[in-house]
């Protein structure tokens, strides 16, 4: 029973539960981002160039074969940077608002006032005791 103790003490640290929380938070912001990657971004990007969607570039190495019927014989390879690029852009805008929220929640934060020089020790008592002692 101690070993599920600990694991209970563990997991309701209050760290943890914040990590936890912000990672589905994270998970959930970035299925947001990817929407409007993929929604806003990469079509205003396609109207401004007329010419390619970003999901859609690619490197093809071999050309996929048909027979006369239609059939495909040999698939086609392609390198599809594209969506590389797209998922790098979806990255870049995730870091960007991570930094940011980091950013204000330090900026919230209070600084701890610091503590109070410490007491004379024990010597150094006695040694006030002999100076005053002196001076009389």
């Known amino acids: 029973m101690g070993m599920m103790k600990e694991f209970k003490d563990f997991a309701m640290k209050g760290n943890l539960v914040d990590i936890a929380v912000g990672f589905v938070m994270g998970a959930a912001f970035t299925k947001v981002v990817n929407m409007f990657t993929g929604g806003i971004v990469t079509p205003l990007i396609s109207l401004l160039t007329e010419k390619f969607k970003f999901d859609e570039l690619k490197w093809v190495l071999r050309e996929g074969v048909k027979d006369a019927a239609g059939e495909i014989i040999t698939a086609e390879v392609a390198i599809t940077y594209g969506m590389f690029i797209t998922a790098l852009i979806d990255f870049l805008i995730v870091a960007f608002v991570m930094f940011m929220v980091v950013k204000a929640?330090?900026?919230?934060?209070?600084?701890?006032?610091?503590?109070?020089?410490?007491?004379?020790?024990?010597?150094?008592?006695?040694?006030?005791?002999?100076?005053?002692?002196?001076?009389?």
């Open 105 to 136: 929640v330090n900026n919230m934060k209070k600084a701890e006032p610091a503590p109070p020089p410490p007491g004379p020790t024990n010597e150094e008592k006695l040694l006030m005791e002999i100076r005053d002692a002196l001076k009389k």
